[in-house]
């Protein structure tokens, strides 16, 4: 078997790519990355020491460079982790989210159709659905919760979801797709909350919490999506939507004292900002049908998850050193002020 996976240089990429050489040692897995801002060959070094994977360069909406690589490789399953991801970024410049988000996967089917495959998967998120009110906690998103975006990245994201179903029904592509709430774990881009909180707290920096902190997020371990998107590619039914979510729901203050007092660093390093415009205020994930149709259940609780978390950012403080240093901090500094 041979496996394409975009965007593995990127967070939850990064984290399937490990996933999958560990558990098919037979496989072969491509990885196809732009190496955008996000993208981190670092996050690939002990794969690339592993025969079965190969790294290939490449942009997604990138046609001819998509056409040749699937020519060489004749790939069986296709999994599409690459996009532009950040929300906030999507507000400030929505142009590339469209091109790499909505053009390529739409590139990147028409490379599955003109040479044949076994399964495209779309990973997508429970950003599609918009978001829940904080006073019904009783609500949920299921596969049939009607799309209802607020972001630039949510509706580029719900954008590309309506083409997977449309190349579905029209051109009989078998696919599926994947909706995924909030992941956190080893490798995540520190400008994201649960890193860049991490990151600021070990050195003593102002943590910028949008509003009042109390936007409700559905927190899931990388490795338990890594391991639905596994059931899904070889179990998964053709045309079908899974969502993935472990009710670990967390206000962001909540989770921004977790890491504060598993680092022993004083709450007065809170800070609240501006809010973030058209911010979601509650996601929240019925996993019913994953469980019920694959067996899915997530492994890890977000209490002893954070934990292995904090280990990590602790243990590899030259992955996300690296990162700080570079030209990450000109967007730092215009996001949130050289004072923070
Ligand atoms: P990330 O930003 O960490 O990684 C994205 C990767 O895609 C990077 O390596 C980047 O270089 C690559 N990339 C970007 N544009 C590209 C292009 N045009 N061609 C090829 N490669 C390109 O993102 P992530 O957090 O790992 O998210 C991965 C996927 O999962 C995304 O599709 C995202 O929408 C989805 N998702 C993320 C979360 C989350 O909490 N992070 C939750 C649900 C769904
Ligand atoms: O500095 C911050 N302060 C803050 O209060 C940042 C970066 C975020 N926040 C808040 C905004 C959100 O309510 O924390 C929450 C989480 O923010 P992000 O980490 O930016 O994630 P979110 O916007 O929820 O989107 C994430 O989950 C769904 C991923 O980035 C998406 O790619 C995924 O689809």
Redesign the pocket.
Known sequence: MTVIV?????????NFVYHMLEKYPKYKIVC?????????METLDGAMKNPQFEFVK?????RDAVYALFEKCKPDYVV???????VDRSITNPDIFL???VI?TGVLMDACRKYGIKRFHQ?????VYGDLPLDKPELFFTEETPLHTSSP?SAS?AGADLLVNAYNRTYKLPVTIS??????GP???PE?LIPLMIANALNDKPLPVYGKGENVRDWLYVKD?CEAIDLILHNGKDGEVYNIGGHNERTNLEVVKTILRELGKPESLITYVTDRPGHDMRYAIDPTKINRELGWLPATRFDDGIKLTIKWYLDNRKWWENILAGEYQNYYEKMYGSGN
């Open positions: 975009t965007g593995g240089a990127g967070f939850i990429g990064g196809v990355d732009a190496l955008t801002y996000a993208g981190n490449a942009d997604i909406a990138d599409n982790f690459a996009a532009e991801s950040h091109r790499t988000n390529g990973v997508s998120t429970d950003e990245y994201k909706r995924c709430s909030n992941n956190y490798y995540h881009f994201k999506h």
